[in-house]
């Protein structure tokens, strides 16, 4: 089995684990486009709240721009190269409640439109592994934020990016993954480990600045 690939948490302060591999693989529930020990981080507010729940959430979609998460920077989860950039997706409404259960009946059509319609806005890093290489894909940025550029070097810890809505996403967070490929449609997915180990659903993973010179 390949050798999990040690990162740090690609946002700037707290975020709410979700869909981890600690707690099942595929932590998504599909081995596709390479997702199968990927996890999800939510920005959280100091009380541990990603957005105010409210009649409203239960019943319509919410602006995108109400969560804790909308513009968090994103921050490279280790040294690389840009490998691709991919932006221009609109940052859409988050659906909780009512709304997230017609919004999950739509996914079907976003599966059949490929990667960068689940992906969103995203930028993947090439970085080795192994004596080899793994790619590390950062998905649902926010539209006109990424400041990464191909080909670039990158350092852990670099801001490249904000927290958006885009692509397949409910609320706005951030969807991490590694895979042994640059195209998820062709990868097979790395295993991942941050310092003290994969945090399981609920918990929280704190963010840093880059590291020292």
Do not use: K
Request: contains cysteine; glycine residues 12%; hydrophobic residues 35%.
């Amino acid at each position: 089995m390949t050798a999990p690939l040690r990162l740090r948490s690609p946002l700037r302060g707290r975020s709410q684990v979700r869909n981890s591999p600690a707690d099942r693989v595929p932590s998504h529930g599909t081995d596709l486009g390479a997702s199968s020990h990927a996890i999800d981080l939510v920005p959280v507010d100091d009380e541990g709240r990603s957005g105010r729940y409210t009649l409203i959430s239960l019943l319509r979609p919410e602006p995108a721009d109400a969560f804790a998460g909308f513009g968090r920077d994103v921050l490279a989860p280790i040294a690389g190269v840009v490998r691709s950039v991919h932006d221009g997706e609109d940052d859409h409404p988050a659906r909780r409640g009512l709304p997230s259960v017609g919004y999950a009946l739509t996914q079907a059509q976003r599966l059949r439109e490929g990667w960068p319609a689940l992906a969103g806005n995203h930028v993947i890093l090439e970085t080795q592994h192994e004596g080899g290489a793994a790619f590390v894909a950062l998905c649902h940025l926010q539209r006109g934020s990424i400041t990464a550029r191909e080909g670039e070097q990158v350092s852990a810890g670099e801001q490249i990016a904000r927290c958006g809505n885009s692509g397949n996403s409910t609320e706005p967070h951030v969807h991490l993954q590694a895979m042994d490929a640059p195209d998820p449609a062709r990868a097979r997915a790395v295993p991942i480990w941050f310092p003290g180990g994969v945090p399981r659903n609920g918990e929280l993973l704190e963010g840093s600045g880059p590291d020292p010179l």
